[in-house]
């Protein structure tokens, strides 16, 4: 459900503005209405901004190089100086990067030509001859430059010819080959310098790992101060100025359960205020406000939007079908076992926060657990063909049923009576919030539509049940069929002509009568992805014991030696996939087939108190 909320109008003298907000972000129940912080930026807060970024970026850099970290505290001051330390200390690792990438090119080129003193040159210069280094492809080389120009070939590679000159200093020529360029210093030495380079690169790679260790707590805390900064400057532009920047007001929404902790720190300050409750129009901050177990499927209802001026809360709706569409699509009790176990472990070792999503994945498991025992499945095993009680037997959903004439499988006949429910319910949900929020004037349309398909849904079910004699359902059917019509071709606006009216209601019709077919038959995918899982499950058990039959002896060892990989491979494999499509495709039921059909848009804004944030 969603929380009910106060609309808080404050007016503050300018001079206990920023006080004042102190004393707001203390209390902690206010979402303060946002005006002109998404367009005016002071350059406090653009520096506040650079600051931040620089500061998650550097965070990340370490977090990448940390193994660990330790517990370190320090203030401000101490995290700008650890901020530039490690910054420098990336620059350093950088340039080290570049002079390796450079010496590395420099090696490269050196190494055709072999080790030699470059000195030789100035005692060749000064002995009147020059010597010139060329590249050419080795079937350009010409044998007559050796005669011409003293042409000796250092080497071959690469079908590439690398040769030199030796001639009188003051002998200009050109040869149809490269110049090659060289490096001013020796192979030798450039070997050498690599070394240095490198033994520096692991020196500043041990200093940054070791300042990652010592700073990242430090630079955590810090980039969480930076931000409350940057909140605290954004509500400052928030306060609209009046009277010549004398008054400032300020607009904000307040739950109704945080009501008295609000007026506490209201009553104590110097400002104005008036609370009222929120009126229809308004732009209201959305709080859900539900019990334990519905709570942890909230993450489903953000993951889409937060409900808007007119939508209720999806929220419990989505929990238990969400949790029963996962449970079909697992399809297998032992692979309940295994998530329940692993949220267990895991809510031990994530610790607190991650603990709601470790109880949301134990839920999941309980109702895989139960769902697959009545599918009759236990690791891949049908417990249908297993030696349990005839008794248990009995709740097993397994086999065939005949209908109108024709044998279905039970467990697909399940996935689309569920479907039909799902829908049904999003249906009513449509009529009932159209008509909170429109009056049910504007609704006739969408209460026709739920008369013809749940309406029609529930008397056909209850005539195929023999519930109800056939006369009854035959008028039964007859009547809400016609006020259905009513309500869908000559009623759906009442503002409009008759004939509009019914233009767009055969327009509704076409879609609706597409729609909803299409619709319930995305529910056979919760049987055909259990069928698949459970399939899967077999065929590992089937393959792990093909290893152990027939096999004696020391083959024996191996082949249980096999046995348990396949079997503890296999299955961890199929789990892991199980859990993408059970995730998934439950998902995609509830966003796309109930949302739709519920008519929710998920288009309102989350409730953000502003606050002291640990």
């Not at 003293?150 to 110049?179: G, M, P, Q, R, W």
């Not at 050498?192 to 041990?206: P, Q, W, Y």
Request: net charge negative.
């Amino acid at each position: 459900m969603i929380s009910k909320m106060n609309k808080l109008t404050v007016l503050v003298y300018h001079k206990e503005y920023e006080d004042f907000l102190v004393g707001l972000r203390n209390a902690g129940v206010v979402h303060v209405t946002e005006k002109n912080s998404g367009s005016a930026v002071t350059p406090e807060l653009q520096a506040l901004l650079a600051e931040y970024g620089r500061c998650e970026k550097l965070i990340k850099r370490l977090e990448a190089v940390a193994s660990n970290d330790s517990v370190y505290t320090g203030g401000c001051e101490e995290a700008r100086a650890a901020v530039e330390k490690c910054e420098n200390l990336f620059k350093r690792q950088e340039k080290l990067l570049q002079d390796k990438l450079g010496v590395e090119k420099d090696i490269a080129t050196m190494q055709v030509w072999g080790d030699f003193d470059n000195s030789i040159f100035d005692k060749l210069s000064d002995a009147g001859y020059a010597i010139r280094f060329y590249q050419v492809q080795e079937q350009a080389f010409n044998p007559e430059w050796c005669e011409l120009y003293n042409a000796v070939v250092i080497n071959k590679l690469s079908s590439k010819c690398y040769f030199v000159t030796v001639t009188n200093k003051d002998v200009d020529f050109e040869i149809e080959a490269e110049v090659a360029r060289l490096s001013s210093s020796s192979l030798g030495k450039l070997k050498t310098e690599l070394e240095e380079i490198s033994a520096n690169m692991v020196t500043v790679a041990d200093v940054l790992r070791s300042c990652a260790e010592e700073y990242l707590p430090l630079l955590r805390a810090y980039c969480k101060q930076i931000q409350r900064n940057i909140e605290f400057s954004k509500v400052m532009l928030d306060g609209e100025r009046l009277s010549d920047d004398k008054l400032v007001l300020l607009e904000g929404w307040v739950p109704e359960d945080s009501v008295t902790e609000a007026k506490a720190f209201l009553d104590g300050s110097s400002a104005f205020y008036e609370l009222r409750a929120a009126k229809r129009g308004d732009n209201v901050p959305v709080k859900l406000k539900n019990n334990a177990f519905t709570r942890m499927y909230e993450v489903l209802t953000k993951m889409y939007g937060m409900p808007g001026g007119t939508d209720f809360d999806p929220t419990p709706i989505v929990a238990p079908f969400f949790s029963l569409f996962f449970a079909f699509c697992m399809g297998d009790a032992g692979y309940g076992l295994i998530l329940i176990l692993l949220g267990f472990l895991l809510k031990k070792k994530l610790g607190k926060d991650m603990a709601g999503m470790m109880n949301l994945v134990i839920t999941l498991g309980i109702f895989t657990t139960v769902i697959g025992a009545l599918l009759g499945t236990f690791f891949g095993i049908s417990l249908i063909s297993s030696d349990i009680p005839e008794k248990l037997k009995s709740f097993i959903i397994a086999g065939n049923v005949e209908l109108f004439g024709s044998t279905y499988d039970k467990q697909m006949i399940l996935a689309l009576a569920i479907g039909v429910v799902h829908i049904s319910i999003a249906m009513t949900v449509k009529a009932i919030n159209s008509t909170v929020f429109y009056g049910f004037k504007e609704s006739l349309s969408t209460w026709g539509w739920w008369l013809v398909v749940v309406g029609g849904v529930a008397i056909g079910t209850l005539s195929f049940m023999s519930l109800i004699p056939a006369e009854v359902s035959k008028w039964a059917f007859i009547a809400i069929g016609g006020l259905g019509a009513l309500g869908i071709y000559i009623l759906n606006n009442l503002k409009r002509n008759v004939f509009v009216n019914i233009g767009a209601g055969l327009w509704d019709t076409y879609n609706m009568a597409s729609g909803l077919l299409g619709d319930v038959l995305s529910y056979i995918r919760l049987f055909a992805l259990g069928l698949a899982g459970g399939m899967l499950g077999q065929t590992f058990n089937s393959l792990a014991m093909m290893v152990v039959d027939g096999q004696e002896g020391i083959g024996a060892v191996f082949g249980w030696i096999g046995f348990g990989l396949i079997i503890v491979i296999g299955h961890t494999l199929n789990i892991a996939m199980s859990c993408l499509s059970a995730f998934v495709h439950p998902l995609r039921l509830t966003f796309v087939e109930y949302f739709k059909n519920a008519g929710y848009e998920g288009k309102g804004v989350e409730y953000k108190p502003f606050k002291n944030k640990e």
